[in-house]
């Protein structure tokens, strides 16, 4: 397996084919993808690569403070559903925190608070994530919160 950043449209076709396999009742984190790429957000994103297969996916775009950069959005992620509970997500989450990029930003998250803990996110009461009422399944990194409401990229909305 090979971590890659699909920057070519090959790469970004099968990293959409992967996103709606993974999400096949939402067409959401597909389109979101490929609209921060359009619209020439900063987003940082690889892909898992498995026999010329993506089998695995992240993305992490700009997370804003009363419209000041403060961080990054971890969203969207997925794993194949053939290759899921075999470590790919974990080998793939940790290649990205290592990357430069990524390693010294503040991280927020919304999803599974024991999947993220292992990586040292923790629990965020504040800052308030919009979209997690009562913050449920929200977790940050490097960083001690904070009271305000943590921004997305227009096209999270």
């Known amino acids: ?6 920057e070519d449209a ?9 996103l709606h396999r993974a ?3 939402s067409k959401r984190e597909e389109d979101l993808a490929e609209d921060l790429r359009d619209n020439e ?24 403070r009363d419209g000041e950069k403060c961080g990054l959005h971890l969203a969207p992620m997925a794993v194949h559903p053939d290759f899921q ?5 974990t080998d793939l989450l940790h290649f990205a925190l290592r990357q430069k990029e990524i390693k010294d930003q503040t991280i927020f998250v ?5 999947f993220f803990q292992r990586f040292g996110f923790q ?3 504040l800052p308030i994530c919009p979209f997690a009422q009562g913050n449920k399944h929200f977790s940050i990194k490097n960083s001690t919160g904070g009271d ?10």
């Open 110 to 114: 919304l999803g599974k608070p024991g």
């Open 85 to 89: 509970g075999q470590g790919v997500g």
């Open 123 to 125: 629990w965020a009461e």
């Open 23 to 25: 999400f096949p009742k």
């Open 1 to 6: 397996m090979k971590f890659r950043k699909p």
């Open 41 to 64: 957000q900063e987003f940082h994103e690889w892909v898992a690569i498995h026999r010329n297969s993506v089998i695995a996916y992240i993305g992490f775009s700009n997370a804003y």
């Open 10 to 18: 090959e790469l970004q076709k099968k990293a959409a084919a992967l």
């Open 148 to 157: 305000y409401t943590v921004d997305y990229e227009p096209e999270f909305y």
